[in-house]
């Protein structure tokens, strides 16, 4: 039997890695829509969007210039549904160790689609390791990368599998709107009253 290449194995590690991170302990929360109660006292609350995506991870030709076997690179291309419905297009990153079960990854992808019906793009960076078997994974929305009708857009993004099936869950929210703002206008002078003084003699 010939020994998995080191190709094959970063393969391997990075679709259970990436995307296979299974929470036990999952938050479970329902989708709401965006609607006035979101901003409370001058602060931006958080919405929820939840919904399923499928993924393909595509190895791409490893870079010359890295040269180091235990560095791999991989394609994503996605498709959300949901609250989040669009499409992704990214890059990910992968570091090997010699132990088993131990590993990490960076990833950034852009999407672009409709969150709660609003259009627009915005990228999502992610870092995830695994050390000996227990995995931690981050997913963030890019500060100001939002764009068209997402502008401002700021969050997290959790993804969990159930079945083979992947879910996501992102928790976000938009800097909030301008309460409300006063102009003084200087009335013309014949609007101020003048007041007279009567002279006796």
């Known amino acids: 039997m010939k020994k998995r290449s080191r190709a094959g194995v970063s393969v391997i590690a990075i679709v259970g890695l990436g995307f296979a991170f299974v929470i036990n302990a999952w938050p479970q929360s329902s989708a709401r829509t965006p609607s006035a109660d979101t901003i409370q ?9 939840s919904g399923t995506f499928e993924v393909k991870l595509n190895p791409q030709p490893s870079d010359d210039k890295v040269g180091d076997p235990t ?10 549904h ?8 990214g890059q990910m990153l992968t570091a090997m160790t010699d132990v088993k ?4 990854y960076v990833a950034i992808e852009r999407i672009t689609g409709t969150l709660h019906g609003r259009n627009g793009t915005f990228a999502l960076q992610h870092t995830g390791t695994m050390q000996r078997g227990a995995p931690q994974l981050s997913v963030t929305v890019v500060p100001d990368s939002g764009t068209g009708q997402l502008v401002g857009l700021a ?5 969990k599998i159930v079945d083979g099936k992947h879910f996501s869950e992102l928790e976000y929210r938009f800097p909030p709107a301008p309460c409300c703002s006063a102009t003084f206008v200087q009335p013309p002078d014949y609007a101020i ?3 007279t003084t009567k002279l006796f003699f």
């Not at 949901?82 to 297009?89: A, H, M, N, P």
């Not at 969050?155 to 993804?159: A, V």
Request: positive net charge; aromatic residues 2%; charged residues 30%.
């Open 41 to 49: 006292e001058g602060k931006a609350m958080p919405t929820h969007a």
């Open 71 to 80: 560095i791999g690179r991989m394609s994503i291309d996605k498709q959300f």
């Open 82 to 89: 949901g609250d989040l419905e669009g499409t992704s297009k």
């Open 101 to 104: 079960g131990s590993a990490g």
């Open 155 to 159: 969050g997290k993004m959790e993804i």
């Open 193 to 195: 009253p003048r007041r």
